[in-house]
């Protein structure tokens, strides 16, 4: 879906991504579970989601006439060989990584990442596996390779979360933070807060597409975890793994929880916490007036920070287009490193 989201945007976004900021990306690689589709001088986006939209896979993009897919297996062949994807690749800057997160090897984006930063490309991910598992090692190998390594959208999705603490606070010592990072267990307890039981609950989440494939992810705040682990690296310079984090997740929170809560004003939250160089994610009771109590799928946190005091940013957490703005942010961040000089 943010592949996708983003080929889109690239084609709509062309010509003002051009005038605007000098991006002109030209794109020569693109992979799925059905195989990939290459070519040095560059795809065609809209091609490429039709391609993916009416055949769904990249591989049915078919032979291009440059390069990749069809030198070696004449036009209209519908995949190139590894050996093409490999020199497509070759003298490419930026990998930018979109498969699914997963917390028990982090693959197949572990490899990826890894792979390229030895290539000495640039990274942007919205992963959230490789960085949840493996975040100072990749820092690490990044600064080693001397390539930078953005992952904007894997937290608040479009929301500039990641920039909003580490640049718009910058000078600033956050102390602590607190939010809520997982849209889809947030939707689910502001639907029991309206009086649906928790079975009722998360069917309606699952009928509406906000509940992931894997719904421990959600359920067991697994997704709210890993989040987590990357604003405690990258905002608190904390050298954490999804291990330090104490999970807990929101099955176990009944109707009687959130009217008992109501009663003393309350409402019951998923929060991810830092603070105390401890990581904690749980359902807690917060005043039903406080800045982080937002309703529905949408994230909320709040940084408190030495001389600013609390400041709470609100937005969207996911949707493919959303995230794809994150990846474009990155993707000009990049640029403007490449230009200044400081990355070769
Ligand atoms: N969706 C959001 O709102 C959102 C927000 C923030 C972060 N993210 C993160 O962004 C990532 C992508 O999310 P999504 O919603 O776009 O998921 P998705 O729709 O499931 O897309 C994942 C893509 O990865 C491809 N893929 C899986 N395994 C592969 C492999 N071994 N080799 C090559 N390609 C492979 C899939 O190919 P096929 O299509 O052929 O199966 C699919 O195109 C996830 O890590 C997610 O956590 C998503």
Known sequence: MVGRSLAKLLESRADDLYVGYGLKPRIVAVSDN?????????????????AKEQ????????????????????????????AEMAEAVSGADVLVETTPSNYKDAEPGMTNITDAMK?????????KGPLALAFPSLNELAAYNRVMFRFSGTVGGGTPILDYAKNSLSGERITSFSGILNGTTNYIL????????????????????????????????????????????????????????SCTGIRGVTSADIKKAAKRNRVVKMTAACGNDALTVAPVTIPRDDPL????????????????????????????????????????????????????
Not at 301 to 309: D, K, V
């Open 190 to 245: 502001s639907a029991m807060a309206e009086g649906m039981s928790p079975k009722a609950a998360l069917q309606d989440a699952r009928t509406k597409g906000y509940v992931e494939a894997d719904e421990s992810l959600d359920l067991d705040g697994l997704d709210a975890a890993a989040k987590l682990v990357i604003l405690a690296n990258w905002i608190m310079g904390m050298k954490v793994t999804m291990p330090d984090v």
């Open 34 to 50: 059905g195989g990939m589709a290459c070519d040095t001088a560059g795809l065609d986006c809209a091609r490429l989601v039709r």
């Open 119 to 127: 290539r000495r490309m640039h990274v942007v991910s919205v992963n």
């Open 55 to 82: 055949k769904g896979t990249v591989a049915a993009y078919g032979g291009g006439g440059h390069g990749g897919g069809s030198s070696s297996k004449g036009k209209g062949s519908s995949s190139p060989t590894a």
């Open 293 to 344: 109590c937002v309703n529905g799928t949408l994230n909320a946190i709040s940084f408190t920070s030495e001389h600013s005091g609390t400041q709470t940013i609100i937005g969207r957490g996911a949707g493919g287009t959303e995230t794809a703005s994150a990846i474009l942010r990155d993707l000009l961040y990049i640029r403007q490193g490449i230009t200044s000089g400081a990355y070769g």
